[in-house]
């Protein structure tokens, strides 16, 4: 069963699909909004698929049951890490690929794109996918489950492109922790376009402008 979602197609038709995964404690109608700003009318026409994560309890918020895409235990990198949860949010992501395939939209159009929480599974499952994707958007983010990358990942997304954005002043995931996740894909030879913005743990005007000019060299 794949999960609910949010969607908005830019026009009939769509031949490109961009899966966006929500922040934690946020829901599918969060990035929503951001499509008027992001897309260049002159693109071809995309679908905006924008998935609510399953309830669940989060340990580093007391326990309270929010949309989550695994359990948070603990902000410290050190943190055990909640690897079925993260698994599972895998497997939910290649159900939601597979669904654009039966609408169409083969993997190398479909970008994969998530913040915070959404970011940690659109890198996990993006890197792992057996197919070639047309590109990963790492927003304020961190790579999970990082020891087992480098014999899971798929050689086919071995040069897929990644757009990465972070605030400086990120009280949440610490920009060290970006950069050091940015440095681990790196070294394993992945391609990633780094960008630092003057901001929290939020997304800016700025870092839009940036990542629609990338999504436009890849839609061209």
């Known amino acids: 069963m794949t ?4 969607e908005h197609e830019t026009a009939a038709h769509p031949r490109y699909s961009i899966l966006w995964l929500h922040g934690l404690g946020a829901d599918g109608n ?7 700003e992001l897309v260049d009318p002159a693109w071809p026409a995309l679908r905006f698929v924008f998935p609510h994560a399953p309830v669940r ?7 309270m049951s929010m949309r989550a895409w695994y359990d948070i235990i603990g902000f410290d990198a050190h943190a055990r890490q909640d690897e079925a949860g993260i698994r599972a949010s895998i497997a939910a992501t290649e159900a939601l690929i597979a669904r654009e395939h039966e609408r169409g939209v ?6 994969l794109a998530g913040f915070s929480q959404g970011g940690a599974i659109a890198l996990s499952a993006g890197l792992r996918h057996a197919e070639k994707l047309a590109g990963i958007i790492a927003l304020s983010t961190y790579l999970p489950i990082a020891a087992t ?3 899971e990942r798929s050689a086919a997304n071995a040069a897929t492109p990644i757009f990465w ?3 400086s002043a990120d009280p ?10 940015r440095d681990a894909l790196q070294a394993l030879g992945h391609a990633v376009d780094w960008h630092t913005y003057p901001m929290a743990h939020a997304v800016c005007a700025e870092e839009i402008g940036d990542l629609r000019h990338w999504l436009g060299r890849r839609l061209a």
């Open 30 to 36: 969060d990035f929503a909004p951001i499509v008027p």
């Open 57 to 63: 309890p989060v340990t580093i918020n007391n326990g």
């Open 172 to 181: 949440v995931v610490v920009l060290q922790r970006g950069i050091d996740s």
């Open 149 to 151: 990358l480098a014999a």
């Open 165 to 167: 954005g972070h605030g």
């Open 106 to 111: 083969p993997s190398e159009r479909i970008f």
């Open 3 to 6: 999960l609910p979602t949010v």
